[in-house]
Nanobody
Framework: QVHLVESGGGLVQAGGSLRLSCAASGRPFSSYAMGWFRQAPGKEREFVAAINWSGGSTYYADSVKGRFTISGDNAKNTVYLQMNSLKPEDTAVYYC?????????????????????WGQGTQVTVSS
């Protein structure tokens, strides 16, 4: 069983920044893809970004490319999502995700149905 705990959400003005963290524990395998999804009210959970722990390669949704950066700290088993130039459209609950034996690109292509483990979510609100 893998446990994921997100933190760092909050309320910011448009153009501001936030940094989300996801601490992972109980990983039974060395090969994992980890990433972030988000879900706004009335919308489906959508892919945001992912990272391949073995190679460090990343994959981003077009909507956040150039503004968000995903990174990881292997020693701390923690994944980060640096969000810059935030827009009101970014308002959503952000969920950390992990899938064994998957690459970052595979997580993005498969979407939420391909995710094995989920965090509890953290609210991000961007005001106009």
């Amino acid at each position: 069983q893998v446990h994921l705990v997100e933190s760092g959400g909050g309320l910011v003005q448009a153009g501001g920044s936030l940094r989300l963290s996801c601490a992972a524990s109980g990983r039974p395998f060395s090969s994992y893809a980890m990433g972030w999804f988000r879900q706004a009210p009335g919308k489906e959970r959508e892919f945001v970004a992912a990272i391949n722990w073995s190679g460090g390669s990343t994959y981003y949704a077009d909507s956040v490319k150039g503004r968000f950066t995903i990174s990881g700290d292997n020693a701390k088993n923690t994944v980060y999502l640096q969000m810059n130039s935030l827009k009101p459209e970014d308002t959503a609950v952000y969920y950390c995700a992990a899938t064994q034996f998957r690459t970052a690109q595979a997580m993005g292509v498969m979407g939420h149905s391909g995710v094995r483990y989920w965090g509890q979510g953290t609210q991000v609100t961007v005001s106009s």
